[in-house]
């Protein structure tokens, strides 16, 4: 005898309610889901705008610079290309300590914003004593954090060579000069530093008979290629020396010292000396008075050739009693004498040697 086949029980109320309020709870679950996924997108995009962007980058290179922080600033930069460029024989002394902290004391105004295409360079704007420039600050981003941040360094096109020539420095006894306070000595007439970019660079020479001076504003110029960042050329700085105050007395010391010798001599050609004249007449010797000019007009040069002195040409007035050589009228002369002088001038050690005489 057949028996109908059994068919399952219906399902208990319960059951049948549960199913569809599941389902919503997954829907509930993937669109939260994807809402977070979305605002976890938007998080990544904003971080990776405002933190994670040459920009900023720069900035906080540019305050590790203002808190003099030398170490820190280098922290920015790729490590295999300071390897390198730390092979080169180049004056550190801008990089860290005053040096670094006078180097950023002149820059006001600091803006930073970045440029785009294939070379990625942020841009810094800033000015110096109201002076607006610009410089591009070269960087690449060789890895990411969490896969989605580039971490962006500095390239060592960042970082510039300076070049400063002090002509004629050996010439005069200098054989070190001051950038930014700091001391740097010169090999023929020359010296070589590594400064960050931007940086304020103040260089002087102050010594007992030569001074000089030059302020210099490093940047890099828009058109610099970073690919070529190690052949680039260095910035050249060219301090010109001149004769301090000290030594331009010196000089009209020794002058008037000479022109007083050649003065004290009641004749009409002094001996040793460049000026003199003849007269017919018969003179009162004890009546001859020479009258010499002022050695302030003559002024002390200094070039890469060594010291100078730009005027040499002079004119003396010599005055006397004489008789006619003629009639015996007695007569009172004048005559202004021109004449030259040859002045040399060089140093030993430390002493400054002006020698005088007169010329042929």
Not at 226 to 253: F, K, N, R, Y
Request: hydrophobic share 40%; glycine share 8%.
């Amino acid at each position: 005898m057949s028996q109908a086949p059994h068919s399952a029980p219906p399902p208990p109320p319960e059951a049948a309610e549960h199913r569809p309020s599941h389902r919503g709870l997954l829907v509930a679950w993937a669109a939260a889901l994807v809402m977070a996924l979305a605002v976890g997108g938007v998080a990544i995009w904003q971080v990776s705008e405002k933190i994670y962007t040459p920009g900023h980058t720069a900035q906080e290179y540019w305050d590790s610079i203002t808190r003099g922080s030398g170490s820190e600033a280098l922290g920015f930069f790729d490590p295999a290309a300071l390897d390198a460029a730390e092979a080169d024989p180049v004056d550190s002394v801008l990089l860290d300590g005053e040096a670094l902290a006078r180097s950023t004391a002149g820059i006001e105004n600091a803006r930073f914003g970045e440029t785009s295409g294939a070379q990625t360079r942020a841009v810094m704007q800033f000015e110096v004593e109201g002076e607006p420039f610009e410089t591009r600050l070269p960087m690449a981003a060789p890895q990411n954090t969490l896969a989605f941040f580039p971490d962006w360094e500095l390239t060592t096109a960042s970082m510039s060579r300076l070049q400063i020539d002090v002509p004629g420095a050996a010439a005069g006894g200098i054989a070190q000069i001051t950038v930014n306070g700091e001391p740097v000595n010169l090999e023929e007439d020359s010296a070589t530093l590594r400064s960050y970019v931007p940086a304020v660079v103040e260089i002087a020479v102050d010594s007992e008979w030569l001074v000089g001076s030059s302020r210099y504003v490093v940047v890099q110029e828009s058109g610099a290629d970073v690919e070529q960042d190690e052949a680039a050329e260095p910035h050249q700085i060219t301090l010109g020396l001149e004769a301090s105050g000290a030594a331009q007395a010196m000089l009209h010391e020794e002058v008037q010292a000479y022109l007083d010798g050649c003065a004290d001599q009641q004749v009409l050609m002094p001996a040793g000396c460049p000026m003199g004249i003849n007269t017919p007449n018969q003179v009162v010797t004890e009546s001859i008075r020479w009258s010499m000019p002022e050695p302030d007009e003559l002024t002390l040069d200094f070039d890469e050739e060594g010291w100078d002195t730009a005027e040499t040409d002079m004119a003396a007035t010599v005055s006397f009693d004489s008789r006619h050589f003629h009639d015996g009228a007695a007569l009172e002369e004048s005559h202004q004498v021109d004449f030259g002088l040859n002045i040399a001038v060089g140093a030993s050690g430390d002493e400054l040697i002006v020698a005088v005489s007169g010329s042929d």
